[in-house]
C-alpha cells in the first residue's frame, strides 16, 4: 500500500511539472522555433476547367519568404525564405525569439516571392501569395514542435494573367 501511495505521489508531482512546463511555454509547446510549410503550383488556364482547377503542377525552385514584425515598432525582427522542392513545397524556420523580440506567428506575413518555373511566372493573389497571409492557427503541435501551414500559393502562365484580377469581384 505504502508502495502504490508513493507511486501515485509521483505521478501527481510528474504530472504537475509538466503542466508548470507547457504554462512557462505559452503557445508554443516548448518549442524554441515554428515551422510555416506549404506548397507552390502551377494553374494553366489554357487546359479545360476540370485540369485547371484540379490539376495544378508543383513549382520547383519557387521562392517563398516570411517577414515577422516587432508589435511594438512595427519594424522587421525576422526574414527567412526557402526554395520549394520538386514536390512544391516549402519550409521556412522560425524562431519565437529574435534578440529581446518574442515573436507572434500571427504578426508575421508569409508571401510568394517568385515562381521557379519561367513559363508559369505570373504570381496569384490565390490565398495572398502576392500580398501576404498570415499564420493563424498551428497545422501540427506537439512537445517541442509547432507547424503552421500556408497556401498553396500558385502562379499561372503569362496568357492566363487577367488585369485587375483581385478587383473583378469588388
Sequence with gaps: MACRT???LLLAALALAAAATSADAGGNYGASKFMITGTVLCQDCTNNWNAYAYNAKPVNGSTVAVTCLDKHTG?????GKDAT?????????VPYQVKSCQLDPSECLVRLVSSGDDGCAVLTNFNGGRSGEKPSRPYR???GE???????YYSTLPQCDVDDDDKSCS
Excluded: H, Q
Aim: hydrophobic residues 35%; charged residues 20%.
Design 75 to 79: 519594424r522587421t525582427v525576422f526574414y
Design 141 to 143: 503541435s506537439c512537445p
Design 146 to 152: 509547432v507547424v503552421y501551414r500556408a497556401g498553396p
Design 85 to 93: 522542392d520538386e514536390k512544391g513545397v516549402f519550409n521556412v524556420e
Design 6 to 8: 508513493a507511486s501515485m
